[in-house]
């Protein structure tokens, strides 16, 4: 009786976890990736033969070998973010402000208050008279204001910022996550785990501020060895990938 052949189709799930003092923390997903990849690249040296006259590769030195990772996010989370952004998300809590001083404004002209999730703003001049919201268009999610006519003196603004989620933008290039892959071959039904041990992303990238379909983001990532494992037979300093099927 012939037995299913051995083809592969997968598809599945990639988690990752921070690593701190050599230790993976809490593993989350990176949502749904259209396209993940596992690349190996190596250096050799090719050596050949000058006695005979047919100059043939005999043998190859292996220098350097290397895995890399390549693939596409589509769900931007603070995680995600976080690591196209090679930055540090920061939740920053509601604030009050008082007397922030915008100096001297010239009608016309956007002025950024720097803070955003706007309310109860108000504008007031170097006497402390509260300028009239007829004389300015405030907009107060993006935390904008655009004054409509010259005021004659130093304004400040007072108000409440409300919560809101940043990420950092090239402050944490030298992150470390251990990469976890929970797989289907949805041919044969078996099941296919990737294990990473150290892996870093690569701060380059690019990040489209305007799609007319859904956006995705471009993950590349180069697994550091971890030479604990050098000597086990049974691991590698990289990582590994393990199949099984599950008994019905």
Do not use: C
């Not at 402000?97 to 016309?108: E, H, M, P, R």
């Not at 007031?124 to 904008?144: C, H, M, N, R, W």
Request: charge should be negative.
């Amino acid at each position: 009786m012939s037995s299913k052949p051995r083809l592969l189709s997968l598809q599945g799930e990639l988690f990752l976890a921070k690593v701190v003092n050599q230790k993976a923390g809490t593993y989350f997903s990176v949502g749904n990736m259209p396209t993940l990849k596992l690349k190996v690249n190596t250096k050799k040296i090719d050596h050949y033969d000058s006695r005979y006259g047919q100059r043939a590769k005999d043998a190859t030195l292996y220098k350097e070998t290397g895995v890399e990772v390549d693939g596409e996010l589509e769900e931007v989370n603070k995680e995600n973010l976080a690591i196209v952004m090679s930055g540090r998300t920061i939740e920053i809590a509601e604030q009050q402000f008082t007397d922030v001083s915008l100096g001297d404004v010239q009608a016309g002209q956007m002025i950024d208050l720097e803070h955003r999730n706007l309310s109860d703003v108000k504008f007031t001049d170097a006497q402390s008279t509260v300028i009239e919201p007829s004389k300015y268009i405030l907009d107060e999610t993006f935390g904008t204001v655009i004054f409509d006519e010259t005021i004659a003196s130093a304004v400040k603004w007072s108000g409440i910022a409300g919560e809101v989620t940043r990420t950092t933008m090239v402050t944490d290039i030298d992150v470390e996550y251990s990469a976890l892959f929970k797989g289907i071959d949805t041919f044969t039904g078996d099941k296919v785990v990737l294990r990473i041990w150290r892996m870093q992303f690569s701060p380059e990238t690019e990040f489209d501020l305007v799609n007319e379909d859904f956006a995705k983001y471009k993950l590349t990532g180069e697994a550091l060895a971890d030479n604990s494992k050098a000597n086990d037979a049974e691991l590698s300093v990289f990582g590994h990938i393990e199949r099984f099927a599950i008994a019905e």
